[in-house]
Structure formats: structure tokens, C-alpha cells
């Protein structure tokens, strides 16, 4: 008996240390959950967030729809994979972002109610800070993916589109034109791509 407890005990202590050796272990969810929980996914089959879109960016959230234990704390994160040519296009939030790049090179700006265009080259480990309410973006200027993690000071920060809010609406696209000078084939263009109506 003393021997099968033995064994046991040097099996669970190999299955530790194996995965804490590992640089990282994304939980397979699929697999039964085990003393030190799910058992890792197969590193080949760990993908970061799908840029195969209009932007080539991939938003991941972590606020308090996603993760309720953030309700009441009044902040949220967001991890920002942007593809080569990826763009956060412009947008705004009711609170202030800080924005910090781990990998590679995004141009990030924010434009003041005066229409003064701040923005700067952040390359990994740079931080820069948006003040709430502004319009702002992000975008990969080098030729390799790059990865940033923001914080809101919000456990829910809202998020308005600019592009989306001009186009992805029911408003005439004359009325459109008028608003934003662009003519009007191309709005009817950008409707088409934003899933506006009219």
C-alpha cells in the first residue's frame, strides 16, 4: 500500500513539474480537468486572435461581460493582435486607455478637441495613454505581426467606431455625403463594407 501511494505521489509531482516547465499551457477545454487542471493544448494548435478580417486585427476581451469577477472593480483589459498593415481603426471611449506593446512596432495617435494629432512610434515595452473621450487608433507599421495589451480604467468602457458609426447606419447615404463630404458612390461603397442600410 505504502509503495502504490509512493508511486502516486512521484507521478504527481512529474506531472507538476512537467507543465511548469512549459512556457505557457492554453487549457485544452475539451479534456477532462485533472488535479492541476486541464491538461495543455498541443502548442502547434495555439492560435493568437484571428486577423483574417477588414483591419487584420484581433480584439480579445477581458471586462466584466467576459469575466464577471471584474464587476464592481472598474477596469478592463483588451489584448490587441495586429496583423502586418493591421489598423485599430479610429474610435473613442468614455474612460482613458493605457496601451502597452509586447511585440513589434504600432503608431499610436489620439487626436485633442482642438484637432491637434498626437502619436508616437511605440516599440516593445513603450506605453502611451489615451485621455477618455478622445478619438484615437492604432496602427502595425512594420512588416511583422505585432501584440499590445490595453487597460481601461471601465469595467465596461464602450466602444464607438467612428467608421462604423458614419457607415454602418440606416441614414441616406446623401445625408451621409453631406455630413462627411465624401461622395456619395463612395459612401454607398463603405456601407456596403460597414452594413449600412440606404
Same mark, same amino acid.
Given at each position: =500500500?505504502?509503495?502504490?501511494?509512493?508511486?502516486?505521489?512521484?507521478?504527481? /509531482?512529474? $506531472? /507538476?513539474?512537467?507543465?511548469?516547465? /512549459?512556457?505557457?499551457?492554453?487549457?485544452?477545454?475539451?479534456?477532462?480537468?485533472?488535479?492541476?487542471?486541464?491538461?495543455? +493544448?498541443?502548442? @502547434? +494548435?495555439?492560435?493568437?486572435? %484571428?486577423?483574417?478580417?477588414?483591419?487584420?486585427?484581433?480584439?480579445?476581451?477581458?471586462?466584466?461581460? !467576459?469575466?464577471?469577477?471584474?464587476?464592481?472593480?472598474?477596469?478592463? =483589459?483588451?489584448? &490587441?493582435?495586429? #496583423?502586418?498593415?493591421? $489598423?485599430?481603426?479610429?474610435? !473613442?471611449?468614455?474612460?482613458?486607455?493605457?496601451? $502597452? $506593446?509586447?511585440?513589434?512596432?504600432?503608431?499610436? @495617435?489620439?487626436?485633442? @478637441?482642438?484637432?491637434?494629432?498626437?502619436?508616437?512610434? &511605440?516599440?516593445?515595452? #513603450?506605453? =502611451?495613454?489615451?485621455?477618455?473621450?478622445?478619438?484615437?487608433?492604432?496602427?502595425? *507599421?512594420? #512588416?511583422?505581426?505585432?501584440?499590445?495589451? /490595453?487597460?481601461? %480604467?471601465?469595467?465596461?468602457? @464602450?466602444? +464607438?467606431?467612428?467608421?462604423?458609426?458614419?457607415?454602418?447606419? %440606416?441614414?441616406?447615404?446623401?445625408? *451621409?455625403?453631406?455630413?462627411?463630404?465624401?461622395?456619395?458612390? +463612395? *459612401?454607398?461603397?463603405?456601407?456596403?463594407?460597414?452594413?449600412?442600410?440606404?
Amino acid at each position: =500500500m505504502i509503495l502504490k501511494i509512493f508511486l502516486a505521489f512521484c507521478l504527481l /509531482v512529474c $506531472v /507538476v513539474y512537467v507543465q511548469s516547465v /512549459v512556457d505557457f499551457c492554453v487549457a485544452d477545454l475539451n479534456l477532462r480537468i485533472g488535479l492541476v487542471g486541464y491538461p495543455c +493544448q498541443n502548442v @502547434s +494548435q495555439v492560435v493568437v486572435g %484571428n486577423t483574417s478580417n477588414f483591419f487584420r486585427v484581433a480584439v480579445t476581451g477581458a471586462f466584466d461581460a !467576459t469575466l464577471p469577477g471584474l464587476n464592481g472593480l472598474g477596469l478592463s =483589459m483588451f489584448r &490587441l493582435d495586429i #496583423d502586418v498593415g493591421g $489598423v485599430i481603426p479610429i474610435h !473613442t471611449h468614455r474612460v482613458s486607455e493605457l496601451i $502597452v $506593446v509586447i511585440e513589434g512596432t504600432i503608431l499610436a @495617435s489620439f487626436i485633442d @478637441s482642438d484637432n491637434i494629432a498626437y502619436f508616437k512610434t &511605440l516599440n516593445k515595452g #513603450d506605453v =502611451m495613454i489615451f485621455p477618455q473621450s478622445v478619438l484615437h487608433f492604432q496602427a502595425n *507599421v512594420r #512588416d511583422v505581426p505585432a501584440l499590445a495589451f /490595453v487597460s481601461l %480604467n471601465s469595467a465596461n468602457p @464602450s466602444f +464607438q467606431l467612428t467608421s462604423g458609426s458614419l457607415f454602418a447606419n %440606416n441614414l441616406p447615404s446623401s445625408i *451621409v455625403q453631406k455630413i462627411t463630404l465624401i461622395d456619395e458612390e +463612395q *459612401v454607398k461603397k463603405l456601407k456596403g463594407i460597414f452594413g449600412g442600410t440606404n
